[in-house]
Structure formats: C-alpha cells, structure tokens
C-alpha cells in the first residue's frame, strides 16, 4: 500500500532481485546511485570485486569454506555461520577491493554486502563473540543492533557500515524516522538497502507467512509510502526520512543494513525528523525480549 502519489521504485519484492547464486543481488549500478551493493548466495558462488570492499555474513548457512585471492596470494577462511538470524550472532569477514572470492559448502544464505572502495584494507576475521550486541530506543520501540562493521566497532574499512537489527513482533525500528541524504541542513551522506526476513517466534530464520510495514518520505514530498514487507524482500533507501520499520505482533523482523556513501571518514550520523525528535525523551525502560540472540545463540 502506498500514502503517496508515486511508486518510488525503491522496493523490490522477494524474488524479483534473484541471480544465478541465489534469492537476491543489486549492484550499485542496477540501483542508480554510487555507493552500496547487495548480494545474497544460497549455493556455491564465486565473484570478483574489483573497485569494491565486502562484508561477508552467513545469514542461514554453516561452515560456509571462503577461498580469497587478491594480488597474487591466496587465503582460506570457514566461516561458523549460524542457523538463521534469529537463532544467533555470526562471524564474518571484511575482504579488500581487487579480491577475487570462491564460495564453497555453501548451503543456506550468505550475504555479500559491498560498496565502492578507494583503498586497499587487509582480509579480516571477527569471532561472533567479537560482534557487539546492542539494545537501543525503548518500550515499544525497542531492539536488537548487532554491529558487525560499523565505524565505532570496525576500523578497517574503506567506505562500507553494516549492521544488523532485530525487531520483536509489534516493536518498531526506524523510530523516530531519520534520514541521511545529504539534502538541506542534513550534512551525513549515506545510500542504505535494507534486506529483510521476517520469522516466528519459534523460527531460525524467515517464515513465508510473515510481514512488516515500512514507511519511507522525502523532504520534498516527491516520494512518501509505506509498504507491507513480506520475509525476503529488499528496499532502497536512496534519500529521505525511513520509519517506522512495523514489526506484525508474533512476527519478529530481522533486516541487514550495507550504508556508503562519498564522506572522508566512516559516519552513521543521522538527521531526525524534527516533527519526532521529542519521542525520544520518552523512553525510559526496554523490552525485555531483548537482546534475542547472542553469540552462543538464542537468547530470549
């Protein structure tokens, strides 16, 4: 559904993004802007990355075997992985531009977050119990951040932030909107895709009957919908306001964030909606479902 006059063409239902190595990929060029790719695996893959720096995770997938060759040299890394998103915390891998990545064992999904590099960083490993978890906003507006490359908690990185958020069923994300476009008296640039699964309170990973709202608006009105998420779905977020990200009671929301964009330095600044700002004054107890999952695995 859409409280606009326009469809913006940002979103893109589960399968209408599928490649040859699995449910979803979107480069830089398909989408029209500069920055930020995504691409989801299910099966044994091989890319190359040229000008890009990547962020590999296991989203459903286990000892998951990376072969990266970048400048002549050659390393190996098995990836844990997990059961799916909402059964635990994964480790990871940061890979340089130029690399060449081989994907083998694969079975389950492995996301391959991108953006475009302007130096060269060396291959990393993080530990799941390396990653750190996070509860952030409050009452109903609480949840899960799980910060995987992020410039507070990743340094060694060109352009790329990643993150990933779980949202209880009926909690909102996303709230108070904010945007970071660059546009106006917002100074932080960042192009932003948004990959979602959405479970059971009992699922690992996304259940086909589940569903979400997400609600994006420009500041020149041009653009402004929310639409109903369904488990796999992808959406843009090229400019604006993004939120609230809708929950459905009993239906948790997981969605991966890959955020780039043309500043000197790493930022994840935002601007909020000045209209909402107030809200977060408010907040002064959390959900107790959270955080949901750990390293070691499910928690609540």
Request: overall charge negative; some cysteine; charged content about 20%.
């Amino acid at each position: 559904m859409s409280s606009g006059s326009t469809d913006s063409g940002w979103y893109h239902p589960h399968g209408t993004l599928a490649h040859d190595g699995g449910p979803m990929s979107i480069t830089v060029e398909e989408a029209g802007w500069a920055y930020s790719g995504l691409t989801v695996i299910d099966r044994d893959f091989s890319m190359d990355l040229e000008d890009r720096e990547a962020v590999i995770v296991p989203l459903s997938a286990r000892d998951v075997a990376v072969v990266i060759r970048v400048a002549g040299e050659e390393s190996s890394y098995t990836l844990t992985g997990r059961d799916g998103v909402f059964s635990a915390v994964s480790d990871w891998l940061y890979v340089t531009r130029g690399a060449h990545i081989d994907f083998r064992n694969v079975s389950g999904e492995v996301a391959i977050l991108t953006a475009k590099a302007r130096a060269d960083h060396p291959v990393a490993y993080t530990a799941a119990a390396d990653v750190p978890v996070e509860v952030r906003g409050g009452g109903q507006a609480s949840r899960q951040v799980t910060n995987i490359a992020t410039p507070d908690s990743f340094t060694g990185a060109d352009r790329i932030s990643v993150c990933e958020v779980i949202t209880p069923g009926g909690n909102w994300s996303s709230w108070p909107p904010h945007r970071h476009d660059g546009i106006g008296d917002c100074p932080t640039s960042n192009e932003e895709i948004y990959y979602f699964r959405i479970g059971t309170n009992d699922s690992p990973h996304g259940d086909p009957l589940g569903h979400g709202l997400f609600h994006v608006y420009t500041v020149d009105n041009s653009v402004d919908e929310t639409v109903v998420i369904s488990d796999g779905d992808t959406y843009l977020v090229p400019e604006g306001y993004h939120g609230p990200t809708a929950a459905a009671p009993d239906y948790p929301m997981y969605f991966l964030n890959v955020l780039a964009g043309p500043a000197e330095d790493r930022t994840m600044a935002f601007c909020d909606d000045p209209n909402h700002h107030w809200i977060r004054g408010t907040w002064t107890e959390q959900d107790d479902r959270l955080p949901m999952t750990s390293a070691e695995g499910r928690v609540r």
